[in-house]
T-cell receptor
Framework: AQKVTQAQTEISVVEKEDVTLDCVYE???????LFWYKQPPSGELVFLIR??????QNEISGRYSWNFQKSTSSFNFTITASQVVDSAVYFC??????????????FGKGTKLSVIP | GAVVSQHPSWVICKSGTSVKIECRSL??????MFWYRQFPKQSLMLMAT?????????EQGVEKDKFLINHASLTLSTLTVTSAHPEDSSFYIC????????????FGPGTRLTVT
């Protein structure tokens, strides 16, 4: 069974601070994919990144960076110099095979980030 | 590319009526479509998985007679909430997996259902 844990329910930071959102996962699969999504108040999920289990290279995209460590089953997300527009709920998700060639996503409970001006 | 639409984006209905929500993959064919439900301040919970031309697979605890899912083509899946009650009020989100990358899911914008 797959499991994703986002231990931080809510985080508040002051604008321009850096913030890291934690994600720990559990799976027995050797091939799997990890995702981060942003959900602003409008509700629509915004895809941020996908990582497969064979690629542990960290990634940076502008103010966003991701640290994938298989040894600790973690896929943490850091926002540098946070902005008010970053305020949203962030979900970490794990995609693993569910049989017959399809995959199933398991979501963490989400972390609500509030960036205070 | 990889756009998924949902219609309607919001709907208000009276208790006892049925509501149909459409999910379309606009620029790709989807082997599999998924339906999620999200209550306020909670995460997405998978309700069911549907493959084109076959019966949907429902998650434990989801009433298949209440939440009817039809996946008639590789670009369209529908969710019908039958005999809706106030406790069915929620945010419903669909996603679609393309034929070439079944590990990927592209999400629709969601449908907010309010049952009065």
């Amino acid at each position: 069974a797959q499991k994703v844990t986002q231990a931080q329910t809510e985080i508040s930071v002051v604008e321009k601070e850096d913030v890291t959102l934690d994600c720990v996962y559990e799976t027995r699969d050797t091939t799997y994919y990890l995702f981060w999504y942003k959900q602003p108040p409008s509700g629509e999920l915004v895809f941020l990144i996908r990582r497969n289990s064979f690629d542990e290279q960290n990634e940076i995209s502008g103010r966003y960076s991701w640290n994938f460590q298989k040894s600790t089953s973690s896929f943490n997300f850091t926002i540098t110099a946070s902005q008010v527009v970053d305020s949203a709920v962030y979900f970490c998700a794990l995609s693993g095979p569910s049989g017959a060639g399809s995959y199933q996503l398991t979501f963490g409970k989400g972390t609500k980030l509030s960036v205070i001006p | 590319g990889a756009v998924v639409s949902q219609h309607p984006s919001w709907v208000i209905c009276k208790s006892g009526t049925s509501v149909k929500i459409e999910c379309r993959s606009l620029d790709f064919q989807a082997t599999t479509m998924f339906w999620y439900r999200q209550f306020p301040k909670q995460s997405l919970m998978l309700m069911a998985t549907s493959n084109e031309g076959s019966k949907a697979t429902y998650e434990q605890g989801v009433e298949k007679d209440k939440f009817l899912i039809n996946h008639a083509s590789l670009t369209l899946s529908t969710l019908t909430v039958t005999s809706a009650h106030p406790e069915d009020s929620s945010f419903y989100i669909c996603s679609a997996s393309p034929l070439a990358h079944t590990y990927e899911q592209y999400f629709g914008p969601g449908t907010r259902l309010t049952v009065t």
